[in-house]
């Protein structure tokens, strides 16, 4: 029963439960209603009798299911997978979801959990214990391959009774057959006669392998049946030693083997009493001509006790039920399924080498010719043509693949629908085709011609490539991990269908790739592979996938393919690369760049960017978004605004999607505020999948911004404004839209269903990120931290204030006098801790304390991490402190190993490492000139020590943390480890040019002025106007100029001197002090005695980089510590260094820098001498920035 009811609902009542509907209008319920009660009636009238009961479930139970929030009870029944909110819905038939099971694939996962691939998405399950999830997996592959069945050659074949049970078990309908054996059996029996080998059995499948069951085999198994076949093989059986179908592996295995490959059950053979010559007899008639009367006579020889002779003659159709061979269209040709196609072609010559299409015109346009597809690809000089002018087997295609149009729509000397086929022996030929049909129409056949029958279901429109690949992967839940499987590829739009396939190799499983959703794409050359085979690596989220071709010509069309379909570059929210949550890369890395840099940012999204930087930035995104990586050094948080607003607004249809537009409009119009919002859930829900989740990705990210408006000044209806015209597309037209987006960030919890752990989340994360900044702007100075010395003990901490620009070398100089230390022989260096203690990070001098702190909040445990000052001895890390660089590289052996596994594997191996222009380069031998791998040292972290699970061979060993892997060398002693860790720090950190810097205190922010900027029109022209901002980690623009268009900018002439940084030694300092207190006499004497500093603060145009604090100020002669020996070997050994650089710029005056009786070295000095800590840094400002004379 139907009855309508307020707000535009309706009510269906059934004997178990009232379902209530909504609608959007007041028509459109009742029209439910009457065509709802229209049915009702009719079935009363009629007397329709009730629907079927559905079939029983092949196996029930309750399941865990990623992005549900309760646990899901799942029915798998034929064909389908049922999900029910619990048993009690189920028994009443109300479902959540219903999964065909077609193209579907089974992949188990960690522990519990198993993944089920359909072509639209993977359901991910965990199982209630692993052996549940075995079953769970087992009984869906089961189900998957149901749906593959072909039942009509089986319902032949069990057309004789005998032919019902195995013939060696004796189960029930048995589904397999050995084909050369003539006996018809299950499943368990056919994997133990695949072990015998083909040569003694050949097992076929009946409802799969339905193309190779011809008309003679079919009739052989009907007028043979297992027990005639049985006669013979196991005619001397003893009564009670035959196998049962509960038979476990062991037993059916020796059974089998007992009873086909020795012939202990059988009668002696008149012909060959050689057991070994009747199986390859038998083989011989399979695969030969007359195969029912060769392979009748073979098994059918005696005649049995009580019975007539059974012979061939009774073939001539006395005998009902027998059909003798006849070449005439019989009652079995329907069982043969050959791929044959006809029509003409345009066929290019066969080549060696890859290129385009043949052309359409001129003397090297290829003939056209009719072309046949029957057992084999027959070329045809016409259709009369007797004998064909070449031809191709199935064995010899490698690899089929649709060639791209041309580029040039309007280009006729190409064919424009055109395929290739990848031959053996490196070979490839091109056909030509009328039209877009006939393409797919070849392309389909030929694809079924050669390829396995898992495959053809899979052939459609927008197929790229086909053919045999070679699989790997590392993973421990992989069938088989590290073992290259046979299997069959097909590339058809953005996703990577795998098959098993007959080869000489294991079969792979099947499997699907998403090719938009990978996190990498590479390719491992020739040279790093052990067989010296190149392969493309494939990376997603949790696993890592290796393919091989045949051969060079293949891979390189694969690998081609492949990058294409995993690439970008239309302007489809569906035809982006994706990240793990099915939102476009380009979305969720502008997102993250500007939450975590932009959020303080006053006028963030209001003010735009350099038009001609953004449109590069989002060519790159659309080319590649994988490769495009948002740094803030290099770009701007208003170009990265841009880029994202105009993504969103050159989309071919909008995120909201176009066709839903009035929807919204009529939503906005509802007067009651929770009514709007339920009515934008509703109309998100309409979104496709892609669609809604960046929808809800944006406007989060605008609900964090909103949250920062007092720091920022974007409010929400700020924010709206902006994005209405970018998200919805109406040019800012429209004042529905505004509405829309508005009470959309404003709603955004309740209307996108966010919990409070979530909100919670928010909130921390928001908290983190502002907070931080203003403790990094704030004029007290900054974070506070804890350090400790020595040991990581309570009573050795000491806290105190790090600001964003002290380094190392400073913070370790304020702990040690904070402290008192007393100086000695070792240095003092700042070790950055991981893990508890195992792995140890010794900081160079030049780098930013706080910078690395911040970088532990990525950290799984942010906790593990934390400072330590540590005493080493002056010949460990004596070299940091210098300015003298490596005359010749660093090289050595060691003892490797890397995570994720790729060249070195999973243990350690002794390789030789050389060290050269920041690069570690991985060498076969020592005087190797090509190396085997490099690694790029910008970016990567060194630690002293190795994980103790890794088990390394030594106690003395680093740990080099790369952007996408970790390795771990071990080294032989101490002294190699040092050495090691100290040339990589130098690398990294040593410039290749002098120095030359303006000195800046960090007093300097705090004297800055931040105010408020009002907001301009929105959509008025704000391109000649400035922002300042008080994100100093960020290069801001001081005009719309692009990069290119600054380069052309004379440069600016400097108004101020500046000078290069040296050394806290004393004497050194002292006359590089007196040079500059006479020049610069504004310069406001300390007022602590212990140290001094100058500070030059007058900015110049077109200042973009952030320059670093000066060192602290020298030590001063009064302190009862200014001489020492250790001073003094330091000293001596850079004396002459300095001297040397004093000569070759002494004569080099220059209007903007004072001139000095010796120029400072440009080289870094350390602002450390060892054992005598300093105070920190005091500053003070220049009343005036008039040039210095």
Same mark, same amino acid.
């Given at each position: ?16 439960? !009232? ?140 057309? &004789? ?21 003539? !006996? ?66 062991? +037993? ?99 080549? &060696? ?55 040039? *729509? ?93 080869g000489p190799g294991l079969p792979a499983p099947e499997d699907m790739v998403h090719l938009r959703r990978l ?192 720091? &920022?000044?974007?409010?929400?209806? &700020?924010?709206?404004l902006l994005f209405a015209p970018s998200v919805f597309q109406t040019d800012g037209r429209g004042e529905h ?369 952030? +320059? ?64 005598? *800590? ?16």
């Amino acid at each position: 029963m139907t009855r309508s009811s307020k707000d535009n609902k309706f009510q269906v009542i059934t004997g178990q439960r !009232v379902f209530v509907f909504r609608t959007e209008s007041e028509a459109q319920r009742d029209t439910w209603c009457s065509t709802l009660q229209s049915c009702l009636k009719e079935q009363r009238l009629l007397g329709h009798p009730r629907p079927p009961q559905p079939p029983r479930p092949l196996r029930t139970g309750m399941l865990e299911l990623r992005g549900h929030k309760a646990k899901v009870f799942a029915a798998l029944s034929p064909g389908q997978l049922a999900l029910y909110k619990s048993e009690q819905a189920f028994s009443l038939g109300i479902g959540i979801c219903f999964i065909e099971l077609q193209g579907c694939s089974v992949r188990e996962t960690k522990s519990r959990s198993f993944d089920l691939l359909t072509p639209h998405r993977c359901f991910s399950f965990t199982a209630e214990s692993g052996g549940a999830r075995q079953s769970w997996a087992a009984a869906l592959q089961e189900a998957v391959t149901e749906t593959l069945s072909d039942y009509e050659v089986a319902e032949k074949i069990w057309s &004789n009774r005998a032919n019902r049970h195995c013939a060696d078990c004796g189960s029930s309908r048995p589904d397999w057959a050995a084909v050369n054996l003539g !006996v018809v059996i299950c499943k368990q029996c056919a994997g133990q006669h695949r072990a015998l080998g083909s040569g003694i059995s050949k097992v076929q499948s009946l409802k799969l392998d339905t193309s190779v069951w011809s008309n003679e085999i079919v009739q052989l198994f009907i007028v043979l049946g297992n027990d005639r076949a049985n006669r013979f093989w196991a005619g001397t059986l003893p009564p009670g030693e035959g196998l049962h179908p509960d038979a476990t592996p062991g +037993l059916r295995g020796e059974f089998i083997s007992r009873k086909y490959r020795l012939g202990l059950f059988r009668k002696p053979h008149p012909q060959y009493p050689d057991h070994s010559q009747l199986l390859q007899a038998l083989c011989a008639a399979v695969a030969g001509p007359n195969l029912l009367k060769n392979m009748t006579q073979l098994l059918c020889v005696e005649a049995f006790e009580g019975e007539e002779p059974w012979s061939p003659p009774a073939l001539d159709g006395s005998c009902p039920g027998v059909v003798p061979p006849d070449p005439s269209p019989g009652v079995y040709n329907e069982v043969v399924v050959p791929a044959t196609y006809s029509g003409f072609l345009y066929c290019g010559p066969v080549t &060696n080498k890859a290129g385009p299409s043949p052309p359409r015109r001129g003397r090297d346009a290829p003939p056209r010719l009719w072309c046949v597809l029957g057992a084999a690809l027959e070329m045809f000089a016409s259709e009369n043509s007797p004998e064909p002018l070449s031809l191709i087997q199935p064995q010899d295609i490698v690899c089929l693949g649709v060639s791209p149009p041309p580029t040039d *729509p309007g280009d006729l000397d190409r064919f424009p629908f055109s395929f290739e086929l990848i031959l053996t022996g490196g070979r490839i030929q091109h056909f030509g085709t009328d039209g877009a049909d006939s393409l797919e129409a070849w392309t389909s056949a030929v694809g079924k011609w050669f390829s396995p029958l898992s495959c053809h279901q899979l052939l459609g429109p927008g197929l790229l490539r086909m053919g045999r690949l070679w699989l790997r992967s590392p993973s421990h839940t992989a069938p088989a991990p590290g073992v290259w499987l046979s299997g069959f590829g097909l590339l058809r739009g953005d996703h990577l269908f795998l098959c098993s396939a007959p080869g000489p190799g294991l079969p792979a499983p099947e499997d699907m790739v998403h090719l938009r959703r990978l996190q990498e794409i590479s390719v491992v050359s020739a040279a790093d592979t052990p067989d010296k085979k190149e392969y493309l690596v494939l990376v997603e989220t949790g696993r890592t996938l290796y393919l091989q071709g045949e051969g060079r010509l293949d891979f390189t069309a694969w690998n081609t393919a492949i990058g294409g379909a995993a690439g970008g570059g239309g302007t489809g929210l569906q035809e982006q690369q994706m990240s793990r949550g099915d939102i476009p890369i380009i979305v969720d890395a502008c997102i993250s760049f500007v939450t975590q840099h932009g959020l303080r940012l006053e006028g963030v999204y209001r003010k735009g960017g350099a038009r001609a930087r953004s449109l590069k930035l989002l060519a790159e995104f659309r080319r590649d978004a994988r490769s495009v990586k948002l740094r803030p050094g290099e770009h701007f948080v208003e170009d990265v605004t841009d880029t994202l607003k105009r993504f969103f607004r050159e989309l071919d249809d909008p995120v909201t999607s176009a066709r839903l537009l009035p929807r919204w409009r009529e939503a906005a119009e509802l007067p009651q505020k929770n009514q709007r919002l339920q009515k934008y859930k509703d109309v998100i829900g309409c979104l496709p999948r892609v669609n809604r989740r960046t929808l809800a990705t944006l406007i989060g990210h605008l609900y964090r911004v909103q949250k920062c408006a007092a720091l &920022n000044q974007m409010c929400t209806r &700020n924010l709206a404004l902006l994005f209405a015209p970018s998200v919805f597309q109406t040019d800012g037209r429209g004042e529905h839209e505004v509405r829309v987006l508005q009470e959309l960030i404003d709603g955004y919890i309740s209307v996108f269903d966010i919990d409070s752990d979530q909100v919670a989340q928010i909130d921390l994360e928001v908290s983190l990120i502002t907070t931080w900044k203003d403790v990094q702007l704030s004029q007290a100075g900054d974070l506070i931290m804890e350090v400790y010395i020595e040991q990581q003990l309570p009573d050795n901490c000491v806290t105190l204030k790090v600001s964003p620009t002290l380094t190392a070398e400073e913070l370790t100089n304020q702990v040690l006098e904070m402290r008192g230390t007393a100086a000695g022989m070792d240095l003092w260096v700042t070790f950055e801790i991981r893990e508890h203690g195992e792995l140890e990070r010794p900081l160079h001098p030049k780098e930013k304390v706080l910078e690395q702190a911040l970088q532990w909040c990525q950290l799984p445990e942010p906790c593990s991490a934390s400072l330590l000052l540590k005493k080493v001895p002056l010949a460990q890390a004596g070299c940091l402190f210098t300015g003298i660089r490596r005359e010749s590289p660093r090289v050595g052996l060691l003892r490797c190993r890397e995570e994720p596994p790729r060249l070195l594997g999973s243990r350690f191996q002794e390789r030789f490492f050389l060290l050269r222009d920041r690069c570690l380069l991985l060498l076969k031998e020592k005087k190797s000139s090509k190396p085997e791998r490099e690694w790029p040292l910008e970016g990567a972290k060194v630690f002293l020590g190795i994980r103790k699970k890794l088990k390394p061979p030594t106690p003395w060993g680093f740990t080099l943390i790369l952007e996408k892997m970790h390795l771990y060398l071990s080294c032989t002693d101490e002294d190699e480890m040092w050495d090691w860790t100290t040339s990589i720090l130098k690398a990294q950190h040593d410039d290749q040019q002098p120095v030359v810097l303006r000195r800046r205190s960090s007093s300097d922010l705090a004297r800055q002025k931040f105010g408020t900027m009002p907001l301009l029109p929105i959509r008025g022209d704000d391109s000649a106007a400035t922002l300042l901002s008080a994100n100093q980690t960020l290069p801001m623009k001081s005009s719309q100029a692009s990069v290119e268009e600054q380069e052309e900018l004379e440069e600016p002439v400097y108004e101020e001197p500046v000078y290069e940084e040296v050394g806290a030694f004393p004497e050194l300092t002292q006359d590089t002090s007196t040079s500059f207190s006479t020049t610069r006499e504004w310069t406001v004497k300390p007022e602590n005695p212990l140290t001094s500093q100058k500070s030059l603060d007058q900015p110049f145009l077109g200042q973009e980089e952030r +320059l670093p604090e000066p060192p602290p100020g020298p030590l001063s002669k009064s302190s009862p510590q200014a001489r020492g020996s250790l001073e003094e070997q330091l000293l001596q050994e850079l004396s002459s260094l300095i001297l040397r650089k004093g000569e070759t710029t002494a004569g080099l005056g220059s209007p903007s820098q004072p001139s000095s009786p010796q120029s400072p070295s440009p080289t870094g000095l350390p602002t450390q001498t060892p054992g005598f *800590p300093t105070q920190p840094p005091c500053t003070s400002s220049p009343p005036s920035s008039h040039p210095l004379t």
